[in-house]
């Protein structure tokens, strides 16, 4: 009868190989998960900012209704968080907005077009987007 010599249980462990493939893994793991929550982050900002538009909208509006005209273009959206000093002085102005609500997620002023190039008639509420630039496709306005 054969012996066949067996390791004991202590001594067996993974290779250098094994490992490698489970430290692979991982780090594909992890670095998915990092593009996914950088992809979330970037949409956030643009949600965020549209509907920081509406707000400014819902404002201009109750601006409108006090003063039968909404800001003009000199005034802009500054009109609706200090008193304008530029004519034609509002007849009954409240604040309606906060400062930092006229501030977009990429930290720079709401533009405020009066009239509106892309609502015709009316007033144009935008961000530039991250890029910053205007009449690019990031651009995230009220149309």
Known sequence: M??????????????LLEMMIVLLIIALIIGSVAVMVNGI???A??????????????????????NLIPPTQEQGLEALNKR???APAPKRWTQLVKEDALIDPWGRKYAYRNPGKHNVGGY???????????????DIGNW
Do not use: C, W
Not at 2 to 15: E, G, M, W, Y
Not at 45 to 53: R, T
Not at 124 to 138: A, K, M, R
């Open 2 to 15: 054969k012996h066949i010599r067996r390791q004991p249980l202590h001594t067996r462990a993974f290779t």
């Open 41 to 43: 982050e970037k949409n």
């Open 45 to 66: 900002e643009s949600v965020a900012a549209g509907a920081k538009i509406k707000q400014l909208q819902s404002a201009l509006v109750a601006y409108k209704i006090a």
């Open 84 to 86: 304008p000093t530029a």
């Open 124 to 138: 144009d509420v935008l961000s530039f987007g991250p890029d910053g630039i205007e009449n690019t496709e990031d």
